[in-house]
Nanobody, 122 residues
Framework: QVHLVESGGDLVQAGGSLRLSCGDHGNAFSHKSMGWFRQGPGSQRELVASIHSSGTPHYADSVRGRFTITRENAKNTMYLQMNSLKPEDTAVYYC????????????????WGQGTRVTVSS
């Protein structure tokens, strides 16, 4: 049963900004680590950013300094603020909640939402 709902994707021009949201209808949100992934056309799903249950964020090199991952435990919601968007950021973005960290890298659980599409035009 899917508990995740992503939203906020849109068509935006290069240099623009978007904020993605991920709502979790499961339990114990505040105790979970979580992350954002994306899958571009013809590409494999890749980790964009993750946030530990402690609140510590981690970013892929390709988005560091442009994207910010946050969480609002009281609302069972995770966010991804995306600034200075580039055409190569075009993808379907998925959130994942409840994974673990192995050697400092977030490993997702096998439960995904439907994703939200981000398209960045040049």
């Amino acid at each position: 049963q899917v508990h995740l709902v992503e939203s906020g994707g849109d068509l935006v021009q290069a240099g623009g900004s978007l904020r993605l949201s991920c709502g979790d209808h499961g339990n114990a949100f505040s105790h979970k680590s979580m992350g954002w992934f994306r899958q571009g056309p013809g590409s494999q799903r890749e980790l964009v950013a993750s946030i530990h249950s402690s609140g510590t964020p981690h970013y892929a090199d390709s988005v560091r300094g442009r994207f910010t991952i946050t969480r609002e435990n009281a609302k069972n919601t995770m966010y991804l603020q995306m600034n200075s968007l580039k055409p190569e950021d075009t993808a379907v973005y998925y959130c994942n909640i409840g994974g673990t960290y192995v050697s400092g890298r977030y490993i997702p659980v096998r439960s995904w939402g439907q994703g939200t599409r981000v398209t960045v035009s040049s």
